[in-house]
């Protein structure tokens, strides 16, 4: 097939790659003309795993091209893909004036039928409002889909290529079938194709980030009552989680969720439901729960310090909000840096991918930053795990000890052991335990 897809952000840019690594012809826009000509060599604006020689191959195989102008595919492109940015108004609604121009922009390039697919993360009801945008500048049949996308940052093309479900929200056979025929090498396995009305498409993803991030603030809850009680958290985890009816993923405690779509997802089905006239207290409860979260670990540094942390200084491992991504927005560590420096402390971090994301556009020049874990050690008062990158997990502690000034590790994702540790001579912190 012939594919469009409008926007070369995270979502725009694992599907078009994904697309093209399927057989198709792909052709990606943005109006970003840096963004374009970086891509043009090569050179990616996100970092996930796996795509950089993805995009290379395809691109050198002819299937995936990169352009600025609507002109240059939109004529001949079967299914147009929707996938710009949908940022939280100051109320957290979903800010829909990037869909709506590219929506209209789409229309004044069409020449014949298409498949307008809305691929960004948007409310009940942004169908319709795409679907008023696109009659009002064309003459030309077209049909408007809902395609959620459900990646994990860190893990998008495994979850792209081999998807637990695709979900399609249609309103004509025309339609579901160019959908069917275009998704038909990534659930050869017997993964469903779930077809259903637009508006319950449009929810659906927000749905399952909701739940998502209910189970994380859940846990965090339970973790802070382990805290008071003398519980272990991760020992009630295993406890539930053995329980099918409850099953063991996301039950980890830490300081919170945050990147690109679990903050955003939460306020934006609050705002759908109060809209609708529906008080959803308990996603309400979700976001406050997780705003505090992340100021725990801060909490803990300073009560160890009585209060008191003018002049220390703190290694900071770890800035993005997860592994396996550069991705900062509502990232933890920023709550957790921010309160460090107000408090009088000084910092030296370190991340594997998100040190250049961090100077850009968080911390700048507020903070060091580090080459190495090991170097953010050094006359390091005390070690502030933020982000469980898979090299934090067993590093020579003989050596963390010879670095650093003082001996006290507060872990914010529990990924080393209490025992352990006091037994080498630290002072060690966790979540719940």
Not at 124 to 139: E, F, H, P, Y
Not at 276 to 283: E, S
């Amino acid at each position: 097939m012939r594919i469009a897809v409008v926007g070369t952000g995270y979502v725009g840019l694992v599907a078009g790659t994904c697309f093209a690594e399927s057989g198709n012809t792909v052709t990606c826009i943005d109006i970003d003309q840096r963004k374009i000509d970086r891509l043009h060599k090569g050179i990616l604006p996100i970092y996930e795993p796996g795509l950089d020689e993805l995009l290379k191959r395809n691109v050198a195989d002819g299937r995936l091209h990169f352009t600025t102008n609507y002109a240059d595919c939109i004529a001949d492109a079967q299914v147009i893909f929707i996938a710009v940015g949908t940022p939280p108004g100051e109320d957290g609604s979903a800010d829909l004036q990037y869909v709506i121009a590219a929506a209209e922009e789409v229309a004044r390039n069409m020449k014949s039928y298409a498949v307008i697919v809305d691929k960004s993360t948007v409310p009940v009801g942004t169908a319709d409002k795409v679907r008023a945008a696109v009659a009002a500048n064309t003459d030309c049949e077209f049909d408007i889909v809902s395609n959620p996308e459900f990646l994990k940052e860190g893990a998008a093309i495994d979850d792209f290529l081999k998807p637990d479900r695709v979900v399609i929200g249609s309103s004509t056979e025309r339609a579901a079938g160019i959908m069917d025929e275009l998704y038909a090498p990534f659930v050869r396995t017997g993964n469903p194709i779930i077809h259903m009305d637009v508006h319950s498409a449009e929810l659906t993803k927000y749905a399952a980030n909701a739940m998502l991030a209910t189970r994380i603030s859940f846990m965090n809850e339970i973790a802070n009552i382990c805290m008071k009680v003398g519980a272990n958290v991760d020992q009630v985890r295993r406890g539930i989680g053995s329980d099918a009816r409850i099953g063991s993923k996301f039950l980890f405690a830490g300081l919170g969720y945050g990147g690109s779509c679990f903050p955003k997802d939460v306020q934006a089905v609050v705002r759908t439901a109060q809209a609708a006239g529906y008080d959803f207290r308990i996603l309400q409860a979700v976001e406050a729960v997780n705003e505090t979260q992340k100021r725990l670990l801060f909490d803990m540094v300073s009560d160890h310090y009585a209060g008191d942390l003018t002049g220390k200084h703190f290694a900071v491992w770890g800035l993005s909000f997860k592994p396996n991504t550069d991705d900062m927005r509502e990232a933890p560590a920023i709550v957790v840096i921010q309160h460090l420096l107000a408090a009088g402390a000084k910092v030296t971090a370190f991340d594997p991918e998100a040190i250049e994301e961090c100077k850009e556009w968080h911390l700048g020049d507020q903070i060091k930053y580090a080459k190495n874990p090991m170097e953010a050690l050094d006359g390091a008062d005390g070690m502030i795990l933020v982000t469980e990158w898979n090299e934090f997990r067993r590093p020579d502690f003989d050596e963390v000890k010879r670095r650093m000034n003082g001996k006290v590790i507060f872990d914010g994702r529990n990924i080393y052991t209490r025992k352990t540790l006091e037994a080498l001579g630290f002072t060690y912190y966790g979540i719940g335990s």
